[in-house]
């Protein structure tokens, strides 16, 4: 009996450190919930009172209020969100800009020339290969036409077909 009494009374110390030690590591992991529910609710919304409430319920619940904050938050972070209304912004434009003419904004076929209704003009044809192209464009983008000369004949690396002999070749001797 005494010997057991021993153990215990030996074993007390290191089982009170091993306590303390559990408990510091559980109140440290609840602070880095708290910490990570107020970066991750920061990333959002922009509400203060929204971020008020979700730091609180992490706090005032240790760990199930994790979940329960994942479950409550904005689906999207603000980024997200940015991004997407940039998106469907750019996309809205390039729609209307494409069906609708500069001038009067009444809709046209992204083919025509001209505005039907108030007679500006929307595209032209290249004097070299005859496709519709934009008016803001310096060059074809089809056949490299810019007004002058075909580009893409002077660019450095192009290759242009063999020069045709105008005189036919002299006759061997
Ligand atoms: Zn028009
Ligand atoms: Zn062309």
């Given at each position: 009996m005494e010997a057991i009494q021993d153990i215990v009374n030996n074993l007390r110390p290191i089982l009170t450190l091993l306590g303390l030690l559990i408990g510091a590591y559980v109140v440290l992991l609840w602070a880095a919930s708290v910490l990570w529910a107020y970066r991750d609710i920061r990333s959002r919304s922009d509400d203060v009172s929204v971020q008020v409430l979700a730091v609180g319920l992490v706090l005032a619940m240790p760990f199930i209020g994790i979940p329960l904050h994942m479950l409550l938050r904005?689906?999207?972070t603000l980024a997200e969100r940015y991004e997407r209304t940039l998106e469907e912004e750019y996309l809205r434009r390039d729609i209307e800009e494409k069906n609708?003419?500069?001038?009067?904004h009444r809709p046209i076929e992204s083919?025509?020339?001209?505005?039907?209704?108030?007679?500006?003009?929307l595209r032209r044809n290249c004097?070299?290969?005859q496709r519709v192209v934009d008016?803001?464009?310096?060059?074809?983008?089809?056949?490299?036409?810019?007004?002058?000369?075909?580009i893409l004949h002077s660019m450095p690396g192009y290759a242009p077909e063999p020069v045709r002999r105008t005189r036919p070749p002299e006759t061997q001797q």
């Open positions: 904005p689906r999207q609708t003419c500069p001038a009067c083919d025509f020339l001209l505005c039907p209704y108030c007679h500006t003009a004097a070299s290969c008016l803001t464009w310096s060059v074809c983008p089809y056949c490299g036409y810019d007004g002058n000369t075909i």
